[in-house]
């Protein structure tokens, strides 16, 4: 019988062993923290020393494995503040690059994004099934950016995705992310790229705090609010970075281009009125 290593190793490249070694770090088969001992990792794969070195190297540069001196490379860890940074960069660079594209996506486009938030709901209670059904209707959107753009966000996504095959356990995540997703749809639907963009923004923000909350409570966000503030943003926070859900949230600009509705870390309000 042909075992997994025999497997792996059948036409084995740089490229495969990177593809499979970042595969088992993304869904935490290789834990935060393991050891990456090229001599277990050869014999494992059943490959030899250089091209797994050379795959090591490109996870390194990844930020999946980092190097210690004279201790051998090790499983990166899961960082509560690089979730967050990666969370900032997306609200900083997608919400724009997505209204800037919609009307090249194509009316096969809309349909994909339709059966995949429809998978959505029929996996909401099973988590790995959900995120993958999730991931698979935003990838519909973002195979239109330009490809430098893609690149950096689909980079960001691994840092995320690694959080969240540990962390997301909130009970209403689910069903938040299908509510804001099928308001998206229908933005992109309709052509809307403003209500595309701040739905994009609430969806960021919404997943951001529910994923670095439910890994710290306590955490104080600071690249976040940043990326917020440059949108005009507004969220309740004491002034250690501390927010309490759900959130109250408001944009400066009044323009009813985002529904009204709370998610389980958000409270959409209206812009305070301002004064003549």
């Not at 088969?29 to 494992?44: C, I, N």
């Not at 988590?127 to 209707?137: L, M, Y």
């Not at 959130?247 to 998610?263: G, R």
Request: hydrophobic letters at 40%; a negative charge; proline letters at 5%.
């Amino acid at each position: 019988m042909t075992t997994p290593a025999r497997r792996t190793r059948a036409g084995t490249t740089v490229d495969a062993l990177y593809r499979t070694l970042r595969e088992r770090i993304v869904t935490g088969a290789y834990s935060p923290g393991q050891r990456m001992s090229q001599e277990q990792l050869a014999a494992e794969l059943d490959v030899s020393r250089t091209p797994l070195r050379e795959a090591l190297q490109r996870l390194e540069a990844d930020s999946l494995v980092v190097a210690h001196a004279n201790r051998g490379m090790y499983v990166a860890p899961l960082v509560n503040s690089e979730t967050e940074q990666s969370y900032a960069l997306r609200l900083l660079v997608e919400p724009p690059t997505v209204g800037a594209i919609i009307d090249s996506l194509r009316e096969t486009d809309i349909e994909d994004m339709r059966t995949h938030l429809e998978a959505m709901r029929q996996h909401r209670a099973h988590s790995r099934r959900f995120q993958e059904a999730h991931q698979r209707f935003h990838d519909v959107v973002l195979d239109r950016y330009p490809s430098n753009f893609a690149d950096l966000t689909r980079m960001l996504h691994t840092t995320i995705y690694r959080h969240q095959r540990v962390y997301l356990s909130h009970a209403r995540t689910p069903d938040d992310f299908i509510e804001s997703d099928q308001y998206f749809l229908d933005a992109i639907s309709r052509r809307n790229a403003a209500s595309a963009r701040r739905i994009m923004e609430f969806h960021l923000i919404d997943a951001a705090l529910g994923l670095v909350l439910d890994a710290d409570p306590d955490h104080c966000f600071d690249s976040l609010l940043v990326a917020m503030r440059g949108r005009e943003i507004v969220i309740e926070h004491d002034e250690q970075g501390h927010i309490e859900r759900p959130a109250p949230i408001y944009w400066i600009d009044s323009d009813p281009v985002l529904p009204d509705f709370t998610t389980s870390n958000l409270a959409l309000l209206a812009p305070p009125a301002r004064s003549s």
